[in-house]
């Protein structure tokens, strides 16, 4: 079982930016897959992005193309999403999950292909 905590999130202006933080418990997230969810008030969870631990590929919800990236490190245990021109829209918790030994599926993620969850970070995007 892995154990995930997601950190950087806070109060940005519209324009700005602020790289998402998930550490991962396991000595290595080599083979495991992470994806970054979003929940904003009233809304359902959405997935964001997938990077794969067996092959490397991503997949970024639409909306969200162009302005976020998902990398990771495996080495530190870590994976990050980069968001760039961030907008008020785009205020929610976000949460990372992960999965052993899968493929990015769908794309943008589905929060039913993942088995372990951080307990979220909140990014808020105002003036």
């Known amino acids: 079982q892995v154990q995930l905590v997601e950190s950087g999130g806070g109060l940005v202006q519209p324009g700005g930016s602020l790289r998402l933080a998930c550490v991962a418990s396991?000595?290595?997230?080599?083979?495991?897959?992470i994806g970054w969810f979003r929940q904003a008030p009233r809304k359902e969870r959405e997935g964001l992005s997938c990077?794969?631990?067996?092959?490397?590929?991503?997949n970024y919800l639409d909306s969200v193309k162009g302005r976020f990236t998902i990398t990771r490190d495996d080495a530190k245990n870590t994976a990050y999403l980069q968001m760039n021109s961030l907008q008020p829209e785009d205020t929610a918790v976000y949460y990372c999950?992960?999965?052993?030994?899968?493929?990015?599926?769908?794309?943008?993620?589905?929060?039913?292909?993942?088995?372990?969850w951080g307990q979220g970070t909140q990014v808020t995007v105002s003036s």
């Open positions: 999950a992960a999965e052993l030994l899968t493929r990015c599926d769908s794309s943008p993620p589905r929060d039913s292909e993942f088995d372990y």
């Open positions: 396991e000595s290595s997230l080599d083979l495991w897959t």
């Open positions: 990077i794969s631990g067996v092959d490397g590929s991503t």
